[in-house]
Each structure stands twice: as structure tokens, then as C-alpha cells.
């Protein structure tokens, strides 16, 4: 893979093994991913797929690497935009870090090609996830209840 | 928060953000080019940005890649700006961005 197109970080006042349950667990991912939640075992070289609330999937790959509460590899393409799902795999890093009564989450995305439409999507939607998952963990409110 | 505002109250770490946006990923050579400010100054900038979180840093085997971290200034948004409001202001945003064109 090539440079990461971009890295985001945030931190938030909880700990790790409670930030990992929170972007792993199905009833958590909904209230701050706008209704999406994973499907996957979280093993090493498992399918992984995330799925809108009507049943369709929106992105699909597979677990690269699994390493809780530390880190997680993705294999990551998206299903429900042809022109999206065309430029094919990319692959999503997601890093936990404790840092003093916060941890440090840090999450990059990187695709083998210029100018990916894919990148540029998921690039507007990592920041209001990231702050709904933030405002979650340390308030118990979801800031977006839905997309703006 | 305090330290995303005196961060952002610097024209010189806006234009490294600028560049950033320009084009992510960047090492401190890079980011040197081209700008009138030592390597030292462009560094220091640097580091006060990073504290503030508006840069996010990863290394590369010896390299160490500088990105826009945009998820900082999304907060100060969502705490002000609410989510009702967007649409107007896209709009006010798209009319100010469509006149000033016309002026160049």
C-alpha cells in the first residue's frame, strides 16, 4: 500500500477495552454510525461487512489483522456505489493508544490510486462518526442523531 | 480548546494547514519548500499544531508524515453550529464563494 491519503485523530476520556467494545459491538456502532452496524466473527482472515439499517451493505472486506484493544486492519471496499465499489480494495487502520484517562484513536485509510472517490467519501464521514462516538463515550448523547 | 484557537490564530500554521490540505502526507522537507520560514520555524509550527491536535503525525519507515487532522475543527462546528442551520449556511457559503469569483 502506498502513504495513507489521511489520519485522524481524536481523543477520548475512556479506556481502551471500553473504546474497543464501543466500534466493535453491533447495539453501540448503530447509535453513533447512523444506524450501521459490522457483521464479522473480528478473527484474523474473516469476512467483515458493514450493513445499513434496511438490510443492504455498505462496505465489504475482510479482518487483516486483529489485535484487541489495540489495533485493527480492514480490508475495505465499498458495495453500494458502483463507482465507488469499481476502484476496489482499500484498507482502513485503526489504532488504540492510552494516553493519561484518555485514549488516543487514531484511525487512517490508504488506497493504491489518485484522486479515489472512495477516499473522498469516507474522508466526510470519519468526523462526524468520530465525534458521535466521542460525545457518546464520555456523555452518553449522540451529538448527530442522524446525517446531516 | 483553547489550544485549537491559538493554534489557528497564526497566519503562518493556516498556510501549513493549507498546504496540508493541498496535499496530505507531508514530511517536514516537504512542507519547508517553497515557504518563506526557516526549518526551524516551520518545526516549531508544527509542534504546536500537532499539540493541538490539528496535525496528526505517523511514521514511515524513517520518515515522519504530517496530515491535516481535521476532527478537532469538526467539533468546535458541531458545538456552535447546529446541524439545522447547515443547509442556510452552505448556502450563504456557496453565494459569498460564487460573488467573490466574479470579482477576480
Redesign the interface.
Known sequence: MSKPKFVYVTYIRTTPEQLWSALTSPEFTRKYWFGVHHETDWKAGSPWQMVFPDGRITDSGEIVEIDRPKRLVLKWRNEFKPELKSEGYSQCTIELEPIGEAVKLTITHEIDRPDSKLIEAVSGGWPRILSNLKSLLETGEVALKTKA | MDAVFKALADASRRELLDRLRAD??QTLGQLCERLAMTRQAVSKHLAILEEA?LV???K?GREK?H?L???PI??IG?RWIG?FE?SRLQALSDMKKALEAGDE
Do not use: C, D, F, M
Open positions: 496530505n502526507g491536535n496528526a503525525t505517523i514511515r508524515l496530515y487532522n481535521p476532527v469538526h467539533e458541531e446541524k447547515r
